[in-house]
């Protein structure tokens, strides 16, 4: 069983930064994605970026020359570089691990972004 625990969440003002972190604990292997999805209210769940075990990168349109993903295998953690933050990304990111079987999801982390 994999759990996953997030970090890094806060309040900014817009055009600042913030780093999300994530650690899983269980067995991951190296072609589960380990990623980024995030939900503001009354909107569905989107994916935010993600990161294969080999460094493969992929991030939405929105979040793009932004935002950078980053994934280390020895500590089984994924992070989050948010940068120049707008008001639109305040949402509750989760954190994902998907493998070929089954996704999980971590508890959640608001980021609240002021104008």
């Known amino acids: 069983q994999v759990q996953l625990v997030e970090s890094g969440g806060g309040l900014v003002q817009a055009g600042e930064s913030l780093r999300l972190a994530c650690t899983a604990s269980g067995k991951i292997f190296s072609r589960d994605y380990m990623g980024w999805y995030r939900q503001a209210p009354g909107k569905q769940r989107e994916l935010v970026a993600d990161i294969t075990g080999t460094g493969s990168t992929n991030y939405a349109d929105s979040v793009k020359g932004r935002f950078t993903i980053s994934r280390d295998n020895a500590k089984k953690s994924v992070s989050l570089q948010m940068n120049s933050l707008e008001p639109e990304d305040t949402a509750v990111y989760y954190c994902?691990?998907?493998?070929?079987?089954?996704?999980?999801w971590g508890q959640g982390t608001q980021v609240t972004v002021s104008s």
């Open positions: 994902s691990l998907r493998s070929p079987w089954r996704t999980y």
